[in-house]
C-alpha cells in the first residue's frame, strides 16, 4: 500500500552543525510534499514545501531536496540550533487525493 | 498572524460521555481537516471537509464520531459516547485548495482528549 516512511527514529546533532532528515515514500504518484516540526505539546508547524516539478527549494536554514527518481525526501538544516529540537514529519499527497499522508516522524536532539 | 484555534485544548472525560471539540481555522481557506495523534498510530486523518461539505470521513468510526461545519468560522469533531481508546490529542487544521493546486495545511495547538 502507499506509505511515507523515515529512515532514522531519532537523530543526535550537535548545535552548529548541519541536520539531515530523510524520508522515503512510496506513492510514485505524489506530487506535493511538505516537511512539519511539532514540539512537545504543539500541532505540526509548517517549514518549506516542494511540488514534484522541482528537486530543491530553499528558506531560512532549511533546504528540501527531492529524488523522485528514487522517491526519497530530505530536509537540511544549517547551523542547527537548541530550538530546532522536535520531531520531524514528511507527508505527501498524490494526485486526485484529497489528504496529506504523513510519516511517523524522526525526533531531532541538538546536543549544546 | 492568522492560525487556526482549537478549543477545549484539554479535557477529560469519563467513557460513555459526550465529547465535543472545536475548531476556527484560518479566515478565508476553504479546506479543514480533522487528524488524531498516538503514539502508536502517529498522525491519522479522521475528516476533511472542502467548502463546508464533508469530501472524506473514511477514517472516522461511524458509530460514535461526527465532524460538521455549521459555517465556515466552526468545525466541530462530536464523539458520542467516548471510550478510552479515543484518548488522543486531537488537531484541526485548514488550507486553500483552488482547483488542483493544494495549499500548505496549518495546524491548530490540539485538543489533548483522556477517556477515563
Known amino acids: 500500500g502507499e506509505s511515507v516512511g523515515l529512515h532514522l527514529p531519532t537523530l543526535s546533532v550537535q548545535e552548529g552543525d548541519n541536520s539531515i532528515i530523510n524520508c522515503a515514500y512510496s506513492?510514485?504518484?505524489?506530487?506535493?510534499f511538505i516537511w512539519y516540526k511539532q514540539e512537545s505539546g504543539k500541532g505540526p508547524q509548517f517549514i518549506i514545501d516542494?511540488?514534484?516539478?522541482?528537486d530543491k527549494r530553499q528558506g531560512q536554514r532549511v533546504t528540501v531536496l527531492l529524488n523522485k527518481t528514487v522517491k526519497h525526501l530530505s530536509l537540511q538544516i544549517a547551523a542547527t540550533q537548541p530550538g530546532d529540537s522536535a520531531v520531524y514529519f514528511c507527508?505527501?499527497?498524490?494526485?486526485?487525493?484529497?489528504?496529506?499522508?504523513f510519516g511517523s516522524g524522526t525526533r531531532l536532539q541538538v546536543q549544546p | 498572524d492568522a492560525r487556526v484555534t482549537q478549543t477545549p485544548r484539554h479535557k477529560v472525560t469519563e467513557m460513555g460521555q459526550e465529547v465535543t471539540m472545536r475548531c476556527q481555522p484560518i479566515l478565508g481557506h476553504n479546506t479543514v481537516f480533522w487528524y488524531r495523534q498516538t503514539m502508536m498510530q502517529g498522525l491519522e486523518l479522521l475528516a476533511y471537509f472542502r467548502n463546508r461539505a464533508p469530501l472524506d470521513d473514511s477514517g472516522m468510526p461511524k458509530d460514535r464520531f461526527s465532524a460538521e461545519m455549521p459555517d465556515a468560522t466552526l468545525a466541530t469533531l462530536k464523539i458520542q459516547p467516548s471510550e478510552p481508546r479515543d484518548s488522543a490529542v486531537y488537531f484541526c487544521?485548514?488550507?486553500?485548495?483552488?482547483?488542483?493546486?493544494?495549499?500548505?495545511?496549518?495546524f491548530g495547538p490540539g485538543t489533548r482528549l483522556t477517556v477515563l
Open positions: 507527508a505527501e499527497k498524490g494526485t486526485g487525493r484529497r489528504a496529506l499522508t
Open positions: 506513492n510514485s504518484a505524489s506530487d506535493y
Open positions: 487544521a485548514s488550507g486553500l485548495v483552488l482547483g488542483q493546486t493544494t495549499d500548505t495545511q496549518y
Open positions: 516542494i511540488r514534484s516539478n522541482m
